[in-house]
């Protein structure tokens, strides 16, 4: 099961962090580009310049101060997802995925975790001020339409795209994903109250 390899295994985190970093950097460059010929809106998660810390070492850096449990961050990645789907016109960029992540990865620490710490904390891990870190809460959770519940299904399913992730991994990089751009890479948008997988793969899917 997914979820057990990735979420109940300690030692797989690192593994975790790599494909969580790996798919958020591709379809942040890809809207990097698809920017430069369609308009974007700003919002508060945008920074003025692009972050000098990766994304990948980003989320290490969650993950060595949040110390929040392994499922808090695909709960984070499904509350990306849906952030994005119900924000169209605030896709994924370089811009402004750190906030985001640091923001998704505390909303889910709060949802999931009996024992988390305060935004006070969180603002210091994502390197930003208190106030920052409050405002950008309030307006993720209205972004999300404050749907926090993710279901069992919902997560497992999440977790199987993060295995995927790991198969494109494993091979050299080919012309596609150089150019930022893999038929395979993408982020999976799915009703969730929809019992039947065909009615799940019928559903809008954001391609990068």
Do not use: W
Not at 33 to 56: A, C, D, E, M, Y
């Amino acid at each position: 099961m997914a979820e057990l390899e990735i979420t109940q295994n300690q030692s797989l985190m690192p593994k975790l962090i790599d494909y969580l970093s790996s798919l958020l950097q591709r379809v942040a460059e890809a809207n990097d580009i698809n920017g430069r010929f369609q308009p974007q809106k700003i919002s508060v998660f945008h920074g003025l310049t692009r972050p000098n810390i990766s994304i990948q070492n980003y989320l290490e850096r969650i993950f060595k101060y949040a110390n929040c449990s392994p499922c808090c961050f695909v709960v984070a990645y499904v509350y990306l997802d849906r952030f994005t789907q119900c924000q169209p016109s605030l896709p994924i960029n370089s811009f402004n995925i750190h906030r985001l992540l640091i923001t998704s990865v505390m909303i889910a620490a709060k949802f999931m975790d009996d024992m988390y710490y305060n935004n006070a904390y969180y603002a210091k891990v994502g390197g930003i001020s208190t106030t920052e870190m409050n405002f950008l809460e309030v307006d993720f959770l209205f972004g999300l339409g404050f749907r926090l519940n993710v279901t069992p299904t919902t997560f497992q399913t999440y977790c199987s795209y993060l295995q995927k992730e790991m198969l494109l991994l494993q091979p050299p990089l080919n012309s596609s994903l150089c150019m930022g751009r893999s038929p395979k890479l993408q982020y999976i948008c799915f009703n969730e109250d929809d019992s039947s997988s065909q009615q799940q793969q019928q559903q809008q899917q954001l391609v990068v």
